[in-house]
């Protein structure tokens, strides 16, 4: 049984960081990809990040590059998504997923095994 908990959110002002920390148990993470989404109120669940193996491969949203990158540490397996230039767009609710069939850098929800419950992220002028 894969289990995924995120944590680090939070309220922050608009243009300060946040770092959101993903602890896996049950797999290994660093053999498959490992992805953050987030989602707004009132809107879908969007892609925000992924990163596959040691951490070489990643893959942003546009909205996010530059601003945001997702890192893993092995040795706690343990994925983080460093936030930066924090927009008020950026409130949302993130979640951390895994994908477990091999894809490499997958974007799509469906791509996409096992979910965390979600942390709250609150950007505020």
């Known amino acids: 049984q894969v289990q995924l908990v995120e944590s680090g959110g939070g309220l922050v002002q608009a243009g300060g960081s946040l770092r959101l920390s993903c602890a896996a148990a049950?797999?290994?993470?660093?053999?498959?990809?490992m992805g953050w989404f987030r989602q707004a109120p009132g809107k879908e669940r969007e892609f925000v990040a992924t990163?596959?193996?040691?951490?070489?491969?990643?893959y942003y949203a546009d909205s996010v590059k530059g601003r945001f990158t997702i890192s893993g540490d092995n040795a706690k397996n343990t994925v983080y998504l460093q936030m930066n230039s924090l927009a008020l767009e950026d409130t949302a609710v993130y979640y951390c997923?895994?994908?477990?069939?091999?894809?490499?850098?997958?974007?799509?929800?469906?791509?996409?095994?096992?979910w965390g419950q979600g942390t709250q992220v609150t950007v505020s002028s």
């Open positions: 049950g797999r290994t993470f660093s053999r498959y990809a």
């Open positions: 990163i596959y193996g040691t951490g070489d491969s990643t």
């Open positions: 997923a895994t994908a477990l069939r091999g894809y490499f850098l997958p974007h799509r929800e469906d791509d996409y095994d096992y």
